[in-house]
């Protein structure tokens, strides 16, 4: 059974940093981090392709870093000089072939506010 585990979401103040995690129950392909603000469409944040390459949204450029780590089967979303503006049930999504299926976790929430 495929599962996807995120993590470290939560309330933080405008600046503050997050490291959001997403642990795959094997071996991943490629993956990425999506979020969806309330009212508002899922959009991509950051993608990272199996050869390492990473494509950011332009909101989020030179503030995240999207990571992995394969021996752990996870992937990191670090958020640094957080703003209101990305307050959004965040959600990983992972391809564990490069033909097969997309996997999405089950969001974690992120809020920021003073």
């Known amino acids: 059974q495929v599962q996807l585990v995120e993590s470290g979401g939560g309330l933080v103040q405008p600046g503050g940093s997050l490291r959001l995690s997403c642990v795959a129950s094997?071996?991943?392909?490629?993956g990425g981090w999506y979020r969806q603000a309330l009212g508002k469409q899922r959009e991509s944040v950051a993608i990272m392709s199996a050869g390492g390459n990473t494509n950011y949204a332009d909101s989020v450029k030179g503030r995240f870093t999207i990571s992995r780590d394969n021996t752990k089967n996870t992937v990191y979303l670090q958020m640094n000089n957080l703003k209101p503006e990305d307050t959004a049930v965040y959600y990983c999504?992972?391809?564990?072939?490069?033909?097969?299926?997309?996997?999405w976790g089950q969001g974690t929430q992120v809020t920021v506010s003073s």
């Open positions: 999504c992972v391809k564990y072939l490069a033909a097969g299926p997309s996997y």
């Open positions: 094997r071996s991943i392909f490629n």
